[in-house]
């Protein structure tokens, strides 16, 4: 019997004051047995907590994938400014090797005008060449004809010495003739002063002849002076 009436009571989860088995409530205190919505508040306080927490793990996780987003998007940024500072490097590296192909170009013309000009030095050089060996050769015939001639001018030089040599005797010849003839003129003008005006005017008159009309005529004319007729 007492089993039985223990068996049909149980004590209050909260007064511990007797209840029947099946009561969900007390009669006493007025709380629920149930030990769920004995734990509810707990329950409910644990499952907030946890909201909370989800809500701070998410609201963490999206700041940090926010921070990822701002680190992406600045990296982004600088990616894209990075790609505009290469797209303007790349500008001006078309800018610079179109530049690069002209000047290329000017040198290549450069290169053309220079090897004609290369070409045509080469021609003149050829044509100096042959100027110069026809020099050469030219100065190779008037060494040849100097050589002979000084040796035409050594023979003459050797015969103008002779001639001189001659010229001298043939001078000291014709001074000793000259030196005679003073001699002569001066025992000539010697003996004329010496002889008489009578025998001079003899000796003049023996040297003249006379013409048809009785006038003297000179020693050696062959007409008359004053009637111009021949003898």
Not at 57 to 78: F, G, N, T
Not at 129 to 151: F, G, P, R
Not at 157 to 162: I, P, V
Not at 208 to 221: F, H, M, R, S, Y
Request: proline share 1%; with cysteine; aromatic share 4%.
């Amino acid at each position: 019997m007492l089993i039985k009436i223990l068996m049909t009571e149980k004590n209050c989860r909260w007064c511990c004051s007797k209840i029947p088995t099946q009561a969900s409530t007390c009669a006493h205190c007025g709380r629920s047995q149930s030990w769920l919505w004995t734990h509810a508040a707990s329950i409910a306080a644990l499952v907030s907590v946890i909201a909370i927490c989800l809500s701070f793990w998410q609201a963490y996780e999206a700041s940090l994938e926010r921070s990822d987003a701002e680190a992406a998007v600045a990296k982004a940024k600088e990616i894209e400014s990075g790609l505009r500072e290469t797209l303007i490097e790349l500008r001006s590296l078309s800018k610079a090797s179109q530049e690069d192909r002209s000047k290329l170009a000017d040198q290549e013309n450069s290169l053309k005008n220079l090897n004609i000009l290369v070409k045509e030095s080469e021609k003149r050089l050829r044509s100096v060449d042959k100027l110069a060996n026809n020099s050469i050769e030219k100065s190779n015939v008037l060494l040849i004809k100097t050589t002979a001639l000084s040796e035409e001018l050594k023979k003459i030089e050797s015969s103008a010495k002779l001639e001189l040599a001659k010229i001298e005797k043939v001078r000291s010849s014709a001074e000793m003739l000259y030196s005679l003839l003073q001699a002569s003129y001066n025992t000539i003008s010697h003996s004329l002063l010496a002889l008489d005006f009578s025998d001079v005017m003899a000796l003049t008159l023996e040297s003249q002849e006379i013409c048809i009309d009785n006038k003297p005529i000179i020693l050696g004319n062959r007409k008359c002076a004053n009637c111009k007729r021949l003898i």
